[in-house]
């Protein structure tokens, strides 16, 4: 099972970013795949989920601009951020879960910065 | 949203040493809680998930108990692999809440 993170970067308030999960050893349509974020010396915060049947879920901090999918054919997750603010720069990992809310595997991260 | 608490925030403590860390939900989640390992730099790792099933693969010193609102992961004897910060997180229901952290130092 591996995930791999990528589509971070600088960007300016009020932007967007797309960032993708590359999963292989599994098959994502087939779990809950999650989004967890961590802000510079701060703690887990968890951001959405996509249930293994398409229901989707959100931290209220995210919700209306953020948009979790996954993308079968390519066994990638993806997060769509638009209208970013500063309060979300931090480091995006994707997780594997096994049930909804659990994540057993994680990427490695890929960072974010919102800024000007 | 439910609310996760954790103390001690951080404990200084010696390889070799018993170490309690303490959970608590601001209503009760039967047994949804999970607890992870973070260490500097990398990403978290899954310990014990549904309070006191351990991870395949996670040693045996580690182990977790509690049901409702009041959970502990136990580390029975430090290692120093084991110096790290630990989260526990609520699977009862969205938003998956996680815990402030404990950090466990030297």
């Known amino acids: 099972v591996q995930l791999v993170e990528s589509g971070g970067g600088l960007v300016q308030p009020g932007g967007s970013l797309r960032l993708s999960c590359a999963a292989s050893?599994?098959?994502?349509?087939?779990?809950?795949m999650s989004w967890v974020r961590q802000a510079p010396g701060k703690g887990l915060e968890w951001v959405s989920v996509?249930?293994?049947?398409?229901?989707?879920y959100y931290a209220d901090s995210v919700k209306g601009r953020f948009t979790i999918s996954r993308d079968n054919s390519k066994n990638t997750l993806h997060l769509q951020m638009n209208s970013l603010r500063g309060e979300d720069t931090a480091v995006y990992y994707c997780?594997?879960?096994?049930?909804?809310?659990?994540?057993?595997?994680w990427g490695q991260g890929t960072l974010v910065t919102v800024s000007s | 949203d439910i609310q996760m608490t954790q103390s001690p925030p951080s404990l200084s403590a010696s390889v070799g040493d018993r170490v309690t860390i303490t959970c608590r939900a601001s209503?009760?989640?039967?047994?949804?809680l999970n607890w992870y390992q973070q260490e500097a730099g990398k990403a978290p790792k899954l310990l014990i998930f549904a309070a006191d099933n351990l991870q395949p693969g996670v040693p045996s010193r580690f182990s977790g108990s509690g049901s409702g609102t009041d959970f502990t992961l136990t580390i029975s004897s430090l290692y120093p692999e084991d110096f790290a910060t630990y989260y526990c997180?609520?699977?009862?229901?969205?938003?998956?809440?996680f815990g402030p952290g404990t950090k466990v130092d030297i």
């Open positions: 209503q009760s989640i039967s047994n949804y």
């Open positions: 050893g599994f098959t994502v349509s087939g779990k809950y």
């Open positions: 997780a594997r879960g096994a049930a909804a809310g659990l994540s057993d595997n």
């Open positions: 997180q609520q699977s009862f229901t969205t938003p998956f809440t």
């Open positions: 996509i249930y293994s049947s398409g229901t989707t």
